[in-house]
């Protein structure tokens, strides 16, 4: 496989459920981003991840608990979300600090709060 | 704080009708301006990378355009495979690696 993997495509969960997201990079970089899109909003940076250390953290409410085990997977475990977290979650991976920022996305995770 | 406005938010054209969309932006110095093409259930794909006023960049049928405050994404004879959501980006000297701030897109038809 080639690129960002990102599973599930698609997800539905109750509020009360705990699921994780799962994303693969395969271009051999050192950074690793989630980033949310809601429908006609810019994309919104999550989460930055460089060589395993979390560096950024952006706000984001404690119901999103990211995980990096090494610098090629990255999770996103998702506790007791709300209706308005429903989004396309997308994963990126760069080669962070050559200046050249250029991310490479995954396809995304479709989810859906109930 | 970086800012992003794209225009328009829409742009449906007829095969063969060139055209151009904008970016405009605010950033405390200009690291680089990207431009991302999304399909529908897809996500961003690169395009380019503009670093200083005066940059242009060309792919097939699509031209980048940098000045100090805006960005321009010229569509050339688009075909209707260019059906798009088209997004800008920039980063700031200020902003830490892989920090991006992204405009809402510009969601471009191309009709036969």
């Known amino acids: 496989e080639t690129g960002v993997t990102q599973t599930p495509r698609h997800l539905v969960m109750g509020m009360t459920n705990k699921k994780s997201l799962k994303c693969e990079q395969h271009l051999g970089h050192n950074a690793m981003y989630w980033y949310k899109q809601s429908a006609k909003k810019p994309l919104e940076l999550m989460f930055v991840?460089?060589?395993?250390?979390?560096?950024e953290n952006n706000s984001v409410p404690s119901r999103f608990s990211p995980e990096c085990p090494n610098s090629s997977h990255l999770f996103l475990h998702l506790h007791t979300l709300q209706p308005e977290d429903s989004a396309l979650y997308l994963c990126?991976?760069?080669?962070?600090?050559?200046?050249?920022?250029?991310?490479?996305f995954g396809s995304g995770t479709q989810l859906s709060v109930l | 704080e970086d800012q992003v406005t794209q225009s328009p938010e829409a742009l449906r054209l007829q095969e063969g009708e060139s055209s151009s969309l904008n970016c405009s932006y605010t950033v405390s110095g200009l690291r680089g301006l990207f431009w991302y093409r999304q399909d529908p259930g897809k996500g961003p794909e690169f395009l380019f990378t503009?670093?200083?006023a005066g940059e242009e960049k060309e792919k097939e049928r699509l031209k980048a355009t940098l000045t100090k405050k805006e960005s321009f994404l010229h569509i050339t004879a688009p075909k209707p495979e260019d059906s798009a959501t088209y997004l800008c980006?920039?980063?700031?000297?200020?902003?830490?690696?892989?920090?991006?701030?992204f405009g809402a897109g510009t969601q471009v038809v191309v009709t036969p």
């Open positions: 503009l670093y200083s």
């Open positions: 991840y460089n060589f395993k250390e979390q560096t």
């Open positions: 990126a991976s760069s080669h962070s600090g050559t200046g050249d920022e250029k991310l490479f």
């Open positions: 980006a920039v980063q700031g000297s200020t902003d830490s690696w892989g920090k991006l701030q």
